[in-house]
């Protein structure tokens, strides 16, 4: 079993995780009309990149959302990145 780092509770076993996206994305603009075909794409479509790839994760048990750093081919898991600015 892999683990992933949560950055407030250390490494964790992978059941505990949540993948939430790719990160970087850019969510339309909703205070205009979005069209299903847009909103559907930001939502379902992802790039899959093969090698590094940067996605958003969240650890259950203390709902940290981070990001993750990690090898789309190997599974290595090359670092992750706090999304929040103070620190508990
Ligand atoms: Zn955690």
Not at 5 to 23: K, V
Not at 28 to 39: E, F, G, N, Y
Not at 63 to 87: C, H, P, T, W, Y
Request: charged share 25%; aromatic share 10%; glycine share 6%.
């Amino acid at each position: 079993m892999q683990q992933f780092p949560c950055p407030f509770c250390g490494l964790r076993n992978e059941q505990e995780f949540h993948f939430a996206g790719e990160a970087g994305k850019i969510r339309p603009d909703t205070t205009r009309k979005v069209s299903a075909a847009d909103w559907a794409d930001y939502l379902y479509t992802q790039k899959n990149t093969m090698g590094e790839v940067r996605e958003v994760w969240m650890h259950s048990p203390c709902a940290e959302i981070f990001i993750l750093r990690r090898d789309s081919v190997s599974m290595a898991v090359l670092g992750v990145e706090q999304l929040r600015k103070n620190k508990p």
